[in-house]
């Protein structure tokens, strides 16, 4: 069949807009996968809705996959967009790929169905499922809703997984293991086990959702792809919402900083779902990726791993020191908060190349108490960072620690290493172990004998390694000075005691 034979069809009401009338089809096919190229086999009419277009980039991405299938012509609908990206019809006629533009009163069922029988009955079923689940997220379903309809329309059951680890919805006997494989699969789709994990939209991994769907699916991809395609449209519905709250968040932080008024500040809580008298903590986070070139921020990707961490209950308004959150403790102590973020940071480790570092105040009351906060929270996170990543909280900042985290890198490396050197090289020559004892020695307070005890030798041995450890140093242990001075070498270092 020719573009010309469907352009003639009166009901149609299609527009040319750039491209051969003369081009022939052999069949539709239905897509808004943002690069289809591997479910097409060469000669279709491919029909769009453009829920895959998000900025102009993505036109040339999506035309060029056609291209490279051989697909004959290009269907554009309206009711996504309400109307044909100036850059799609640039990028067609770039290409030499006919665009007909489909009026948003014209079904794509109603389209394949008159342009010939021609068209086999498995086509058909599939241009009427896709249009059944793209009107389902187009009338405002819910991710249950559209789980429940894709079970009866694709026969596809599963769950929608975060990097975390949390079931978003669905059900999933091991959402950790699923959402371990998603973060380290080299390539998505990835069967792992009785699941096959396709990802949900194209944001970094760290803060993504993952969709798990029973059984092996490899062979039929395209299901998955366009289940996780109406996943990736709910969801990007709810940030929508979130986008707003965000705002508020942040100008609940910066008039806080500014010392705004006390009754302002407290406006600003109650906006955000706190109430005056409610306990809150302030979540401070960055996730910096070493090396990284492309892709979010570190503030901006730090906030949305944590609002992932935290069930999507809080937002994170992000800075140009880190994403800030508070977060209503609700009957939780900030300890407990603390747990439930290291116990989805522990899964998030598996992602390599990526590290988050998160800090965390202690419990909180009242407006006056926002500024401090959001400055004890931050300090926590600098000393994550200086860690290469982690959940400190509070408790953490008031020791030597943070005297540490604020020296510069290169500085206590110079100064541990002058320190330890002739230890470490003692240790390596002579299979010998004075920096465990030297690490032991201070951790029992200078004892002899709890130091000998300790570490399972006579008191004799412990006295001659300490005296080895002053004759290669130069320090004196008796003296709180150089004691001082080996604590902090030892700890800045990690190194075993």
Known sequence: MRIADLLAIDELRLTLLTGDPGREFGTVHITDLPEPGRYLGGGELVLTGLMWWHEPGDSARFVAALSEAGVAALGAGQAWLGHVPADLVAACEAAGLPLLQVPTEVSFRTLAELAGPRLAGDVRAALGRHRRLVAAVAEGAGLRELFELTAAELGVTGAVVSASGEVIVGAAADPVRLARAYLTAPRLPVLAGDHTIFAVGRGHRAAGWALACDGDLMGRADLGHELAACVGLERSRMEEGRRVERRLAEQLVVAALAEADVAEIG????????????????????????????????????????????????????????????????????????????????VLSALPGTR?????????????????????????????EARSGGIVTSDEIYTHALLLATVPGDVRRSFTDRLLSPLLDYDRRHQSELVRT????????????????????????????????????????????DRVDFFLALRDTGTPR
């Open 267 to 346: 406006a600003g809580l109650r906006t955000c779902g706190i109430d005056a008298a409610e306990p809150y903590a302030v979540v401070s986070a960055t996730a910096p990726r070493p090396g990284a070139t492309r892709g979010p921020d570190p503030a901006t990707l730090g906030g949305r791993v944590v609002e992932e961490l935290l069930g999507r209950e809080v937002v994170a308004a992000a800075g140009a020191d880190g994403a800030v959150a508070v977060v209503p403790l609700r009957g939780r102590t900030a300890t407990e908060l603390a747990d439930r973020l290291r116990a989805g940071a522990e």
């Open 356 to 384: 988050l570092c998160v800090g965390l105040s202690g419990a909180l009351t009242g407006p006056a108490a926002v500024k401090g906060g959001v400055e004890e929270a931050g300090h926590a996170r600098r000393l994550a």
């Open 438 to 481: 030297l690490g032991v020695y201070l951790d029992c307070a200078g004892s002899w004998h709890a130091c000998a005890e300790r570490l399972h030798v006579h008191v004799n041995t412990v006295r001659y390694r300490v005296r080895r450890i002053e004759e290669l140093t130069g320090r004196n242990l008796a003296t709180m000075a």
